[in-house]
């Protein structure tokens, strides 16, 4: 039998475990040290995909899934780590409490800075002496309202969290008002499990990413569309756009329509309610093209339309940061962006389920998850009163390289085993065509 958590993910999918899939009363411990379990939610999450696959596969690597969960400590450009967070994203204490902020995109670094009313010269001891004269809700909502990234280090809250259990992790519903149009066909499967299968990739920043990633990795063709004037960190393409094409186009293009008739999924990472201005959101895109399954992921879930944020904040205003303080009196974090790179396994195996049943059943599929939903459940699993020691892992055993663009590139290697990632492409650089 899987965990209780995989259970409850391969129910939601209304799916059955693969015999591949490891027993209960021999777990594998995943060593991603946490006071939360955090290491069992990387190991359901990841598990999800191979137990829609069906078949037999080796045995998940604790090592691998841990690595894979932190990629980004282990990427390698030119022989070099990139720089991974700006110096505007972190914990800041303000007069009342704590702040935890986001600014790794240089207009959200911008942003911050307009809503603390600092010069673009400012640094982050500007950033800090201004913190400490505001009151937390005065800096959230300061900064905020300037369209920058800024949450209030919270509490958990165990009311709030049980709610949001009660509705499944991963939703996966059939539209049965839209008609049945055909769509393109969706091919057979042969060889790898999503041979021939087309997805849009509109996402962004590490969930959306892994989920298409992992697509990509069963074999889908994967086009990754971007907007013109949003340059993406080159490190964070590099970390997780291997196997997939990029492309920039303007989404309100008839090109983008020419693309979205002829695929086969969509992924989408923005937030709903810029999607809906878009005409890219869920509703808007099944009238137009019926055939297509749809997933979406969001931080803060659809209720919540019109926020953005990122793992970080998710961690922070959930409670997470401070079951995690390494003392009580200063917050922390996962020792992964747990939440994203989670969602990106659990948004993969429900898109790879939907495609099976949009094959057999027809109809127009749709997906969800988000980050906060994720923050729940592991919210709500067994937690250990200390911080487990951390273990040292022989990395070299989990890496691979490649070339891209002249540039050479090590990352973890395919955490789904019997699977090898190919090359990230250069960003931006393929044209906007299956």
Same mark, same amino acid.
């Given at each position: 039998?899987? @965990?209780?958590?995989?259970?409850?993910?391969?129910?939601?999918?209304?799916?059955? /475990?693969?015999?591949?899939?490891?027993?209960?009363?021999?777990?594998? #411990?995943?060593?991603?040290?946490?006071?939360?379990?955090?290491?069992?939610?990387?190991?359901?999450?990841?598990?999800?995909? *191979?137990?829609?696959?069906?078949?037999?596969?080796?045995?998940?690597?604790?090592?691998?899934?841990?690595?894979?969960?932190?990629?980004?400590?282990? !990427?390698?450009?030119?022989?070099? &780590?990139?720089?991974?967070? @700006?110096?505007?994203?972190?914990?800041?204490?303000?007069?009342?409490?704590?702040?935890?902020?986001?600014?790794?995109?240089?207009?959200?670094?911008?942003?911050?800075?307009?809503?603390?009313?600092? *010069?673009?010269?400012?640094?982050?001891?500007?950033?800090?002496?201004?913190?400490?004269?505001?009151?937390?809700?005065?800096?959230?909502? &300061?900064?905020?309202?300037?369209?920058?990234?800024?949450?209030?280090?919270?509490?958990?809250?165990?009311?709030?969290?049980?709610?949001?259990?009660?509705?499944?992790?991963? *939703?996966?519903?059939?539209?049965?008002?839209?008609?049945?149009?055909?769509?393109?066909?969706?091919?057979?499967?042969?060889?790898? /499990?999503?041979?021939?299968?087309?997805?849009?990739?509109?996402?962004?920043?590490? &969930?959306?990413?892994?989920?298409?990633?992992?697509?990509?990795?069963?074999?889908?063709?994967?086009?990754?569309?971007?907007?013109?004037?949003?340059?993406?960190?080159?490190?964070?393409?590099?970390?997780?756009?291997?196997?997939?094409?990029?492309?920039?186009?303007?989404?309100?293009? /008839?090109?983008?329509?020419?693309?979205?008739?002829?695929?086969?999924?969509?992924?989408?990472?923005?937030?709903?309610?810029? !999607?809906?201005?878009?005409?890219?959101?869920?509703?808007?895109?099944?009238?137009?093209?019926?055939?297509?399954?749809?997933?979406?992921? @969001?931080?803060?879930?659809?209720?919540?339309?019109?926020?953005?944020?990122?793992?970080?904040?998710?961690?922070?205003?959930?409670?997470?940061?401070?079951?995690?303080?390494?003392?009580?009196?200063?917050?922390?974090?996962?020792?992964?962006?747990?939440?994203?790179?989670?969602?990106?396994?659990?948004?993969?195996?429900?898109?790879?389920?939907?495609?099976?049943?949009?094959?057999?059943?027809?109809?127009?599929?749709?997906?969800?998850?988000?980050?906060?939903?994720?923050?729940?459940?592991?919210?709500?699993?067994?937690?250990? #009163?200390? !911080?487990?020691?951390?273990?040292?892992?022989?990395?070299?055993?989990?890496?691979?390289?490649?070339?891209?663009?002249?540039? #050479?590139?090590?990352?973890?290697?395919?955490?789904?085993?019997?699977?090898?990632?190919?090359?990230?492409?250069?960003?931006?650089?393929?044209?906007?065509?299956?």
């Amino acid at each position: 039998m899987p @965990s209780s958590l995989l259970a409850r993910v391969l129910d939601d999918l209304r799916t059955a /475990p693969s015999a591949s899939v490891e027993p209960a009363d021999s777990p594998i #411990d995943v060593p991603l040290p946490s006071r939360l379990a955090t290491g069992e939610l990387a190991r359901s999450s990841v598990a999800a995909i *191979t137990a829609v696959m069906g078949g037999d596969l080796p045995a998940l690597d604790p090592e691998r899934i841990a690595l894979a969960y932190r990629s980004d400590r282990f !990427l390698m450009i030119d022989g070099a &780590a990139p720089p991974v967070w @700006s110096p505007f994203s972190g914990f800041w204490p303000a007069s009342d409490g704590w702040v935890r902020t986001h600014g790794n995109y240089p207009h959200h670094a911008a942003a911050l800075r307009r809503g603390l009313e600092l *010069t673009e010269a400012a640094g982050s001891e500007d950033v800090a002496d201004a913190f400490t004269r505001m009151t937390t809700s005065d800096a959230v909502r &300061a900064i905020t309202g300037s369209g920058g990234l800024a949450v209030a280090v919270s509490r958990e809250s165990p009311a709030h969290d049980h709610a949001l259990r009660s509705r499944p992790l991963v *939703t996966m519903t059939r539209d049965r008002e839209r008609p049945d149009l055909a769509g393109p066909p969706t091919p057979a499967n042969t060889g790898l /499990p999503l041979a021939g299968v087309r997805v849009l990739d509109l996402t962004r920043v590490i &969930a959306g990413p892994v989920c298409t990633r992992t697509l990509a990795l069963l074999g889908a063709d994967v086009l990754r569309i971007d907007p013109p004037g949003l340059a993406e960190a080159e490190w964070q393409h590099l970390d997780t756009g291997h196997g997939k094409r990029s492309t920039i186009l303007d989404a309100r293009s /008839p090109r983008m329509e020419e693309l979205l008739s002829s695929a086969h999924a969509v992924v989408l990472g923005y937030r709903p309610a810029a !999607l809906r201005r878009l005409g890219l959101d869920p509703d808007s895109l099944a009238r137009r093209h019926p055939h297509l399954v749809v997933a979406q992921l @969001s931080a803060w879930g659809t209720d919540h339309p019109d926020r953005a944020g990122f793992d970080s904040l998710v961690q922070a205003e959930s409670g997470i940061s401070w079951i995690e303080s390494p003392d009580g009196t200063m917050p922390g974090a996962l020792p992964a962006q747990a939440l994203d790179h989670s969602a990106g396994y659990l948004l993969a195996a429900a898109v790879s389920v939907a495609i099976r049943r949009r094959r057999t059943e027809g109809g127009s599929w749709r997906v969800t998850t988000s980050l906060r939903r994720i923050a729940a459940e592991l919210l709500g699993m067994p937690r250990r #009163d200390a !911080l487990p020691a951390e273990r040292a892992i022989d990395s070299s055993r989990h890496t691979t390289g490649f070339t891209v663009g002249g540039r #050479d590139i090590v990352t973890v290697g395919a955490a789904i085993p019997g699977y090898d990632f190919a090359a990230p492409r250069p960003w931006g650089r393929d044209r906007p065509r299956w």
